[in-house]
């Protein structure tokens, strides 16, 4: 039988792992959240829940994930799935007017493409660089310093319309760019 | 029935709402609409999912800061240091201080500052702290590192508050590596004047160091010198300040912004990326390093100025950059071997075909890291300068014709090598990794051609030719003399 000093041990080595884990894919299972729940802060509630959730039910589970990132990811975001739901049931009317059955469909879809969407984050990472500096500066204020489209507009003296506009164009051209990118290196759907 | 979810309104809506939806500009109605398109067509499912992912990904920093380009700065605070939160302890090695990181975005909106992380952390913490006793022992309070590695000078640390706390040090016979806790690693290589002046500063004086930042909260790190100072994106650089002439930057990993002039008043940064290379100095001139020289793979690297024993390979330049551009070749002095790194912008490396390993006569050649990149550039000139008689090889992918320039000038020595290709900058379902020694996991083939070079000079190599999906050439050369 294992020590009371043996149990301590595994306990500590199985939490540095989640520790690690988590933080790692952190932006996956973010992202898996936020296409489940669109709103930003509602997704970062989420995904603090989630990780309380995942700590809970992480020693049950180690041993059986073989410390495997994808393993890792697929399973957290279940739980991040069952969380998303719980979240929508307590505060709908404040979210967007999904069905569960949509919000299923979402996630069955999202975790069966996981590694494809993760070859979009990479491409999406090289197409950044390829952005002029003005479209790159437009994101850097919208996403790194979170500033909304008037704000934005405020801020360099143009109309909130032209924000928006160049926002959804520079958001197309990556799309398009990360399209290209996978096309080109052999991952066309 | 009318499917008004395919329709070409649709079509034209779906961008739309899309976009307001990342822009928090969904209005109710719009709301409900976009629900509707997405419960009637799986199509546009995808769409959505791919929008906002590319959103969610966007909203992490270190997308927008990888690569080139000036930062914009935060209209909020309009502090380069904006942004700063405290961590869970458990963020930090020892779990001992709260420890201070350049935020992104994410974190510092709420998934740090809210009670759960920390109560997480807390529990981390104890584990962290047990396993690092050893290490513990060997420091105080936090501490104020002041290394001097003149070999006619001791070395002295002393102690103030503030500073990183550095958790070891590992003192060879040229160089001395400080491990700063939260930070990463600094090597001092020779005669060093470096000090640690702030919780995210050091200053280097003289000398020459190496930085590995192997921690999220060492991001931010800056270093002075006194021709300009260089911030830690996240990433591995090496800096050379030399009495009398500008300083050395090279970036191996990651990114760094560099800004010329006295810390007071520094120009706007310039964001370097890993492969890139430049010397600087105090009036803001800023050059490109067009090749660096490595004594062997895994070394500070040779500084220019500051040559190699007998190198044969003296200098590569090519035709293509303009002084915007700051990659750099890297010439590796006898360093050619199993194993060996292949390229500046690639994790391919050169091996032999099998057990039997690659010829021997390549063993311990000069050779360059060119750009795997440079293979479709129809119009490349490689020159390279040789320092005295040698034997070049061109080592050639065997998948496309080869270029008249190299069947004139060179003969197929009718010996092949090989290539194990590690994954590219794209994620692959299936990556490739890298094998280690002869024979493993080699992906592609090379030809062997060589020329006979019988006086010291320049030689100009041409364009690799042909279409995408085959790699650029590799250079390698013996002295003549000893063949």
């Known amino acids: 039988m294992a020590s009371d000093s043996e149990c301590q041990q595994d306990r500590q080595s199985w939490q540095a792992e989640y520790m690690q884990m988590f933080v790692t894919n952190q932006r996956r299972i973010h992202a898996f959240i936020r296409t489940i729940v669109p709103s930003k802060p509602d997704s970062e509630d989420i995904l603090q829940e989630t990780s309380i959730t995942g ?52 996630a069955d879809r999202q975790q069966q493409q996981s590694e494809h969407l993760e070859l979009r984050y990479q491409a999406l990472a090289i197409c950044v660089q390829k952005l002029s500096q003005t479209d790159r500066e437009l994101l850097q204020r919208r ?22 506009k160049g926002l959804q164009r520079i958001r197309a051209a990556l799309m398009t760019c990360i399209e290209r990118v996978l096309h080109a290196e052999g991952f066309a759907r | 029935m009318t499917d008004s979810s395919r329709s070409p309104s649709s079509d034209r809506e779906l961008p739309r709402l899309l976009a307001e939806l990342c822009d928090d500009a969904l209005n109710a109605n719009d709301a409900r609409r976009l629900a509707e398109l997405l419960e009637a067509n799986p199509q546009t499912q995808q769409k959505y999912i ?79 702290t047990a396993t690092v006793t050893w290490r513990i022992v ?50 001092l290589d020779g005669p060093t004047d470096f000090a640690l002046i702030g919780p995210m500063r050091a200053r280097l004086n003289y000398g020459r160091i190496k930085m590995r930042v192997t921690e999220s909260t060492g991001r931010g790190f800056v270093i002075e010198t006194p021709d300009g100072e260089v911030t830690d994106l996240g990433t591995e650089f090496a800096l050379s300040v030399a009495k009398g002439s500008d300083t050395s930057l090279i970036v191996r990993e990651g990114m760094v912004d560099l800004r010329t002039g006295e810390a007071a008043t520094p120009s706007p940064p310039e964001r370097l990326v890993g492969g890139e290379a430049v010397s600087f100095n105090a009036g803001g001139n800023i050059q490109r390093i067009m090749s660096i020289v490595a004594s062997d793979v895994d070394s500070l690297g040779s500084w220019p100025g500051i040559p190699a024993t ?81 034997i070049l090889y061109v080592l050639f992918d065997d998948r496309g014709p080869t270029p008249q320039w190299l069947r004139d000038s060179f003969v197929d020595t009718g010996l092949d090598i090989g290539t194990d290709e590690d994954t590219g900058p794209i994620y692959r379902p299936k990556p490739r990794q890298l094998g280690k020694g002869p024979g493993v996991s080699i992906d592609n083939r090379f030809s062997i051609w060589s020329r006979k070079i019988g006086d010291a000079g ?18 390698a050369a013996v002295p003549l003399e000893s063949k």
């Not at chain 1, 020693?59 to 399973?75: K, R």
């Not at chain 1, 996403?143 to 928006?164: H, L, M, T, W």
């Not at chain 2, 380009?69 to 458990?90: E, F, H, M, W």
């Not at chain 2, 999906?469 to 590799?474: D, E, L, N, Q, S």
């Open chain 2, 310 to 390: 007998e190198p044969l390979i003296e200098s590569v330049a090519d035709n293509l950059r303009g002084p915007e551009v700051k990659s750099y070749y890297e010439i590796v002095h006898g360093g050619f071997c199993e194993d060996a790194r292949a390229y500046v912008d690639r994790n391919y490396e050169w091996n032999g075909l099998d057990a039997l390993g690659m010829p021997e006569f390549l063993i311990g050649a000069d050779y360059i890291l060119p750009f795997n990149n440079d293979r479709l550039a129809k119009d490349l000139e490689i020159t390279v300068t040789l320092a005295r008689p040698a």
């Open chain 2, 458 to 475: 320049s030689i100009v190599l041409g364009p690799r030719g042909g279409k995408t999906g085959r790699a650029m050439y590799g250079i």
């Open chain 1, 143 to 164: 996403y790194e310093f979170d500033a909304k489209p008037q704000q934005i507009a405020d801020q360099i003296g143009r109309p909130v319309n032209s924000v928006y």
């Open chain 2, 50 to 128: 791919e929008y906002v992912h590319l959103d969610a990904c966007l909203q992490y920093d270190s997308i927008l800061t990888a690569g080139r380009g000036k930062p914009v700065q935060d209209p909020q605070t309009c502090d380069p240091n904006r942004s700063t939160v405290s961590l869970p302890s458990a963020f930090s090695p020892t779990g001992s201080r709260r420890s201070e990181m350049q935020s992104p975005a994410f974190f510092s909106r709420s998934f740090i500052s809210s009670w759960t992380m920390p109560i997480l952390s807390a529990a981390i913490a104890i584990v962290i």
């Open chain 2, 138 to 187: 060997s420091r105080t309070s936090n501490t104020q590192v002041v290394a001097t590695t003149s070999p006619d000078e001791p070395k002295t640390i002393n102690r103030s508050t503030q500073l990183p706390v550095v958790t070891s040090l590992n003192s060879k016979q040229r160089s001395t590596t400080l491990q700063l806790e939260g930070i990463g690693y600094v090597t």
């Open chain 1, 55 to 106: 700590w809970s039910k992480y020693a049950d589970v180690a041993a059986s994930l073989h410390g495997a990132p994808e393993s890792f990811v697929s399973w957290i975001c279940t739980i991040a799935r069952f969380e998303a739901l719980k979240h929508y049931r307590k505060k709908q009317s404040h979210m967007l007017p999904f069905s569960e059955s949509l919000l299923n469909e979402l």
